[in-house]
């Protein structure tokens, strides 16, 4: 067996084990207030995540199916990502994922947010308007908007701060827009952590398949603590609530929080050098390009 098919056999075992259970709830029509997240609010498909991409500047053969698809060129021997016309058609989007990435890793991690922004999105919202209807509230819709008004909401990921009910979007310590994102985005966020695999995806094939799924197990980890942070009461799904309402709970969410702030660091220093190595290579971008 080739290096590259031991790899893209490796790589298919990885995510097969990590995608199964969502993939029998999905057959089953059940749905997963935590698991699903990486599935909807995510667009890559699990056949997506599957297909395995060795990155840019590195050759599999001819034998290998990677010539026939999208943004691969064929040489006389080997098949290899197609830079410049990758480039062409996504240049922008790569533009801005590394702005992004690299703005964030110059700003400290803050933290001291303790999960409020899922509080934030049920405040004053009534039955129909909470997303998760199937789990109950915690503490109630009462004790809920009491724990909002009590606390100081810091949140800065727009992304987040966008499905925040009305009556609470003034009460953000920073009213946020989309076009401020690359100017507040910080990597202590939980939400900033998960979406390097949002950036991750979005520039395949151009990284490692490796490279992608490191930051969709992240991302899955980071999950749980969001939403074991969250008001909903997830304890017959196994999740005990992390109860950020307390000293304890906000000493707990704040270790997890570093935590991952730091292995999210590590992907994103990751990413922006893969991004930079094929940029080097390919030249500059193309004066027009279609993202």
Not at 59 to 69: E, I, S
């Amino acid at each position: 067996m080739d290096d590259w098919q031991k790899r893209q056999a490796a790589h298919h075992a990885r995510v097969d084990a990590l995608v199964q259970t969502h993939l029998s709830r999905r057959e089953e029509g059940v749905k997963h207030p935590v698991a699903d997240f990486l599935f909807t609010y995510y667009s890559f498909r699990p056949a997506q995540l599957r297909r395995w991409h060795p990155g840019a500047g590195v050759k599999v053969p001819l034998a290998a199916p990677h010539g026939d698809w999208r943004f691969y060129a064929r040489g006389e021997h080997s098949a290899y990502v197609d830079l410049p016309d990758f480039l062409a058609h996504r240049g922008s989007s790569v533009a801005f994922v590394r702005e992004l990435l690299a703005r964030t890793a110059e700003r400290p991690a803050v933290f001291g947010c303790f999960g409020l922004h899922e509080w934030a999105m049920v405040y004053r919202a009534g039955r129909e308007g909470i997303r998760h209807t199937d789990w109950p509230l915690r503490l109630g819709a009462d004790g809920t908007d009491e724990v909002v008004r009590t606390h100081q909401l810091k949140c800065t990921h727009y992304d987040a701060y966008r499905f925040f009910t009305k009556p609470v979007r003034s009460l953000n310590l920073t009213v946020l827009q989309r076009d401020s994102q690359t100017a507040l985005e910080q990597p202590g966020c939980l939400h900033a952590t998960m979406d390097l695999y949002k950036w991750a995806y979005k520039l395949t094939p151009l990284l490692p398949s490796e490279l992608v799924v490191d930051c969709f197990e992240l991302a899955t980890e980071v999950r749980v603590l969001d939403m074991e942070a969250s008001p909903y009461d997830l304890r017959d799904l196994g999740y005990d609530p992390v109860r950020i309402e307390t000293p304890t709970g906000k000493a707990e969410y704040t270790r997890r929080q570093r935590a991952f702030a730091d292995r999210g660091t590590q992907l994103r220093r990751e990413l922006i050098a893969h991004i930079d190595q094929a940029l080097s290579a390919a030249g500059p971008l193309p004066s027009t390009v279609r993202s």
